[in-house]
T-cell receptor, first 116, second 115 residues
Protein backbone atom coordinates (compact mmCIF):
# COMPACT_ATOMS: atom_id res chain seq x y z
CA UNK A 1 0.00 0.00 0.00
CA UNK A 2 1.15 3.52 -0.71
CA UNK A 3 1.73 6.23 1.89
CA UNK A 4 2.64 9.90 2.04
CA UNK A 5 4.52 11.68 4.79
CA UNK A 6 4.47 15.40 5.41
CA UNK A 7 6.88 15.71 8.33
CA UNK A 8 5.97 19.26 9.34
CA UNK A 9 2.58 20.11 10.79
CA UNK A 10 3.32 23.81 10.32
CA UNK A 11 5.82 25.90 8.37
CA UNK A 12 6.35 29.57 9.17
CA UNK A 13 7.95 31.85 6.59
CA UNK A 14 8.38 35.59 6.39
CA UNK A 15 6.78 37.30 3.42
CA UNK A 16 9.22 37.59 0.53
CA UNK A 17 11.36 34.67 1.67
CA UNK A 18 11.50 31.35 -0.19
CA UNK A 19 9.35 28.54 1.15
CA UNK A 20 9.56 24.75 1.09
CA UNK A 21 6.89 22.29 2.17
CA UNK A 22 8.25 18.78 2.42
CA UNK A 23 6.71 15.55 1.16
CA UNK A 24 8.04 12.01 0.94
CA UNK A 25 6.18 9.01 -0.37
CA UNK A 26 6.21 5.25 -0.46
CA UNK A 27 4.68 3.44 -3.42
CA UNK A 28 5.63 0.53 -5.64
CA UNK A 29 6.84 1.62 -9.04
CA UNK A 30 6.72 5.16 -10.37
CA UNK A 31 3.88 7.24 -8.97
CA UNK A 32 1.79 10.16 -10.04
CA UNK A 33 2.35 12.93 -7.48
CA UNK A 34 0.13 15.89 -6.67
CA UNK A 35 -0.04 18.98 -4.52
CA UNK A 36 -3.36 20.45 -3.45
CA UNK A 37 -4.10 23.55 -1.37
CA UNK A 38 -7.02 24.16 0.97
CA UNK A 39 -8.07 27.64 2.07
CA UNK A 40 -10.23 27.98 5.20
CA UNK A 41 -13.74 26.54 4.82
CA UNK A 42 -13.08 25.59 1.20
CA UNK A 43 -12.53 22.42 -0.77
CA UNK A 44 -9.13 21.39 -2.05
CA UNK A 45 -7.71 23.07 -5.13
CA UNK A 46 -5.17 21.50 -7.48
CA UNK A 47 -1.73 23.16 -7.59
CA UNK A 48 0.48 20.90 -9.68
CA UNK A 49 1.31 17.32 -10.56
CA UNK A 50 4.22 15.18 -11.66
CA UNK A 51 3.61 12.67 -14.44
CA UNK A 52 6.94 12.06 -16.09
CA UNK A 53 9.91 13.88 -17.59
CA UNK A 54 11.37 17.03 -16.08
CA UNK A 55 11.87 16.66 -12.35
CA UNK A 56 10.91 20.31 -11.74
CA UNK A 57 7.19 20.85 -12.15
CA UNK A 58 5.67 24.31 -12.32
CA UNK A 59 2.13 24.97 -11.15
CA UNK A 60 -0.39 27.59 -10.17
CA UNK A 61 0.33 30.80 -8.22
CA UNK A 62 4.10 30.59 -8.76
CA UNK A 63 4.51 27.27 -6.98
CA UNK A 64 6.82 24.53 -8.20
CA UNK A 65 7.79 21.10 -6.96
CA UNK A 66 10.88 18.99 -7.36
CA UNK A 67 10.58 15.26 -7.89
CA UNK A 68 13.52 13.28 -6.51
CA UNK A 69 13.24 9.59 -7.28
CA UNK A 70 16.23 8.47 -5.21
CA UNK A 71 14.94 10.26 -2.11
CA UNK A 72 11.27 9.51 -2.92
CA UNK A 73 10.45 13.14 -2.29
CA UNK A 74 8.26 15.75 -3.93
CA UNK A 75 8.86 19.01 -2.07
CA UNK A 76 6.75 22.06 -2.82
CA UNK A 77 8.62 25.34 -3.29
CA UNK A 78 8.09 29.00 -4.05
CA UNK A 79 10.87 31.57 -4.49
CA UNK A 80 9.07 34.44 -2.74
CA UNK A 81 6.20 33.85 -0.30
CA UNK A 82 3.06 35.97 -0.14
CA UNK A 83 0.74 36.39 2.85
CA UNK A 84 -2.04 35.05 0.62
CA UNK A 85 -0.14 31.74 0.34
CA UNK A 86 -1.13 30.96 3.92
CA UNK A 87 -3.22 27.78 3.74
CA UNK A 88 -3.21 24.03 4.33
CA UNK A 89 -1.18 22.10 1.77
CA UNK A 90 -1.61 18.43 0.92
CA UNK A 91 0.73 16.13 -0.95
CA UNK A 92 -0.90 13.11 -2.61
CA UNK A 93 0.17 10.03 -4.53
CA UNK A 94 -1.44 7.55 -6.86
CA UNK A 95 0.36 4.49 -8.27
CA UNK A 96 0.53 4.13 -12.05
CA UNK A 97 -0.91 0.63 -11.87
CA UNK A 98 -4.66 0.29 -11.26
CA UNK A 99 -5.78 2.39 -14.21
CA UNK A 100 -6.71 5.40 -12.14
CA UNK A 101 -9.60 3.76 -10.35
CA UNK A 102 -7.89 4.03 -7.01
CA UNK A 103 -8.28 7.18 -5.02
CA UNK A 104 -5.44 9.46 -4.12
CA UNK A 105 -3.54 8.77 -0.92
CA UNK A 106 -3.05 12.04 0.92
CA UNK A 107 -0.55 13.18 3.47
CA UNK A 108 -1.78 14.70 6.73
CA UNK A 109 -1.31 18.23 5.48
CA UNK A 110 1.04 21.08 6.36
CA UNK A 111 -0.16 24.46 7.57
CA UNK A 112 1.81 27.16 5.81
CA UNK A 113 1.82 30.49 7.61
CA UNK A 114 3.34 33.50 5.89
CA UNK A 115 4.11 36.34 8.28
CA UNK A 116 3.99 39.95 7.02
CA UNK B 1 -20.36 25.91 -14.71
CA UNK B 2 -20.99 24.95 -11.07
CA UNK B 3 -18.37 22.16 -10.81
CA UNK B 4 -19.01 19.88 -7.81
CA UNK B 5 -21.93 20.84 -5.57
CA UNK B 6 -22.39 19.36 -2.10
CA UNK B 7 -25.42 19.68 0.15
CA UNK B 8 -25.93 20.33 2.99
CA UNK B 9 -22.94 22.41 4.07
CA UNK B 10 -23.61 21.76 7.74
CA UNK B 11 -25.58 19.05 9.52
CA UNK B 12 -26.02 17.96 13.12
CA UNK B 13 -27.30 14.46 13.80
CA UNK B 14 -28.05 12.39 16.85
CA UNK B 15 -26.46 8.99 17.27
CA UNK B 16 -28.43 6.38 15.35
CA UNK B 17 -30.02 8.77 12.88
CA UNK B 18 -29.55 8.30 9.15
CA UNK B 19 -28.96 10.89 6.48
CA UNK B 20 -27.71 11.40 2.95
CA UNK B 21 -25.02 13.79 1.80
CA UNK B 22 -25.68 14.88 -1.75
CA UNK B 23 -23.05 15.38 -4.44
CA UNK B 24 -23.66 16.52 -7.99
CA UNK B 25 -21.26 17.45 -10.78
CA UNK B 26 -21.99 19.06 -14.11
CA UNK B 27 -18.70 18.29 -15.87
CA UNK B 28 -19.68 14.87 -17.21
CA UNK B 29 -16.94 13.29 -15.10
CA UNK B 30 -16.91 9.51 -15.04
CA UNK B 31 -15.03 9.19 -11.75
CA UNK B 32 -16.56 10.36 -8.47
CA UNK B 33 -15.43 9.78 -4.90
CA UNK B 34 -16.09 10.64 -1.27
CA UNK B 35 -13.38 11.53 1.24
CA UNK B 36 -13.52 12.41 4.91
CA UNK B 37 -11.14 14.91 6.46
CA UNK B 38 -10.19 14.63 10.10
CA UNK B 39 -7.63 16.78 11.95
CA UNK B 40 -4.11 15.39 11.69
CA UNK B 41 -5.20 12.56 9.40
CA UNK B 42 -5.48 14.19 6.01
CA UNK B 43 -8.15 12.92 3.64
CA UNK B 44 -9.23 9.31 3.55
CA UNK B 45 -11.18 7.68 0.74
CA UNK B 46 -14.60 6.27 1.70
CA UNK B 47 -16.14 5.08 -1.57
CA UNK B 48 -15.66 5.77 -5.24
CA UNK B 49 -17.36 5.18 -8.57
CA UNK B 50 -15.94 4.88 -12.07
CA UNK B 51 -19.29 5.27 -13.80
CA UNK B 52 -23.05 4.92 -13.46
CA UNK B 53 -23.96 1.65 -11.78
CA UNK B 54 -20.40 0.95 -10.59
CA UNK B 55 -19.17 1.63 -7.05
CA UNK B 56 -16.37 0.32 -4.89
CA UNK B 57 -14.98 0.70 -1.39
CA UNK B 58 -12.10 2.88 -0.38
CA UNK B 59 -9.99 2.92 2.76
CA UNK B 60 -12.75 3.62 5.33
CA UNK B 61 -16.12 2.38 3.97
CA UNK B 62 -17.73 1.02 7.15
CA UNK B 63 -20.95 2.78 8.11
CA UNK B 64 -21.42 4.38 4.72
CA UNK B 65 -23.32 3.42 1.61
CA UNK B 66 -23.23 4.85 -1.92
CA UNK B 67 -25.00 4.44 -5.23
CA UNK B 68 -24.46 5.89 -8.71
CA UNK B 69 -27.66 5.83 -10.74
CA UNK B 70 -26.61 8.73 -12.99
CA UNK B 71 -23.31 10.19 -14.15
CA UNK B 72 -24.05 13.45 -12.34
CA UNK B 73 -24.99 12.28 -8.83
CA UNK B 74 -23.14 10.33 -6.16
CA UNK B 75 -24.94 10.45 -2.78
CA UNK B 76 -23.30 9.22 0.43
CA UNK B 77 -25.60 7.61 2.99
CA UNK B 78 -24.91 7.27 6.68
CA UNK B 79 -26.98 4.31 7.78
CA UNK B 80 -26.84 4.79 11.58
CA UNK B 81 -24.73 7.78 12.55
CA UNK B 82 -22.05 7.43 15.22
CA UNK B 83 -19.92 10.12 16.92
CA UNK B 84 -16.87 8.68 15.12
CA UNK B 85 -18.44 9.89 11.87
CA UNK B 86 -18.14 13.50 12.95
CA UNK B 87 -15.99 14.91 10.16
CA UNK B 88 -15.84 17.10 7.09
CA UNK B 89 -16.85 15.21 3.98
CA UNK B 90 -15.64 16.06 0.49
CA UNK B 91 -16.95 14.84 -2.81
CA UNK B 92 -14.50 14.88 -5.72
CA UNK B 93 -14.71 14.00 -9.39
CA UNK B 94 -12.38 13.68 -12.34
CA UNK B 95 -12.64 13.47 -16.06
CA UNK B 96 -11.50 10.03 -17.07
CA UNK B 97 -11.19 6.68 -15.55
CA UNK B 98 -8.09 5.05 -17.00
CA UNK B 99 -5.49 7.71 -16.32
CA UNK B 100 -3.94 8.00 -12.91
CA UNK B 101 -2.82 11.53 -13.70
CA UNK B 102 -6.36 12.88 -13.69
CA UNK B 103 -6.88 15.89 -11.45
CA UNK B 104 -9.68 15.75 -8.90
CA UNK B 105 -12.17 18.62 -8.64
CA UNK B 106 -13.45 18.96 -5.08
CA UNK B 107 -16.70 20.24 -3.69
CA UNK B 108 -16.75 22.80 -0.88
CA UNK B 109 -17.36 20.17 1.79
CA UNK B 110 -20.10 19.12 4.20
CA UNK B 111 -19.43 19.46 7.92
CA UNK B 112 -21.21 16.73 9.90
CA UNK B 113 -21.49 16.59 13.68
CA UNK B 114 -22.91 13.51 15.37
CA UNK B 115 -23.95 13.97 18.98
Amino acid sequence: AQSVAQPEDQVNVAEGNPLTVKCTYSVSGNPYLFWYVQYPNRGLQFLLKYITGDNLVKGSYGFEAEFNKSQTSFHLKKPSALVSDSALYFCAVRPRSGGGADGLTFGKGTHLIIQP
Amino acid sequence: NAGVTQTPKFQVLKTGQSMTLQCAQDMNHEYMSWYRQDPGMGLRLIHYSVGAGITDQGEVPNGYNVSRSTTEDFPLRLLSAAPSQTSVYFCASSRRFGSGANVLTFGAGSRLTVL
